[in-house]
């Protein structure tokens, strides 16, 4: 019988191992993760608040890329003069240009885009013909991809 009983702590210990090894390693790499991502999270901020003193300090440094501007007044009414003070981002493609300004307005992302819409691709039938612009955008939750048709 005691012969029995100790196979039987044996077996059950050597299952039991590899189990909670395993739990014990999954909890490991989650905590690491987490580490790492509270770690970045503190670095980009810092990083961004840096950034931000620097410019609110010397006006005459200028960033270059995508930069939020504040809008204050924003509407959609065709007019386009709260954008004036936002740098557009062009991109040149033979006769085609596009213009693209990125602002915040309460939080949100907007953004003004112009073309010069010189391209003869319209059908009014049938929209997955004719030209389209890609917008892709993240955040915490994922990647967000919209696709705008143009329609006339």
């Known amino acids: 019988m005691k012969l029995k009983y100790q196979l039987l702590l044996l077996a059950l210990f050597s299952l039991l191992f590899p189990i909670t090894g395993w739990i014990t390693l999954r909890s490991i790499d989650k905590e690491f993760r987490q580490g790492i991502e509270r770690a970045s999270k503190s670095t980009l901020s810092t990083l961004k608040s840096s950034v931000q003193q620097l410019l609110i300090n010397n006006p005459a440094v200028k960033l270059d890329g995508f930069v939020l501007v504040d809008i204050n007044d924003f509407s959609l009414d065709g007019d386009t003069t709260e954008w004036s003070d936002v740098r557009a981002y062009n991109y040149t493609n033979n006769a ?57």
């Open 96 to 152: 085609s240009r596009l213009s693209v300004k990125t602002g915040s307005y309460h939080g949100k992302l907007v953004m003004l885009i112009i073309s010069n819409d010189a391209s003869i691709n319209i059908n009014s039938q049938d929209y997955s013909a004719n030209d389209h612009l890609i917008i892709a955008l993240a955040n915490k939750r994922g990647l967000f991809k919209y696709k705008l048709h143009r329609q006339a």
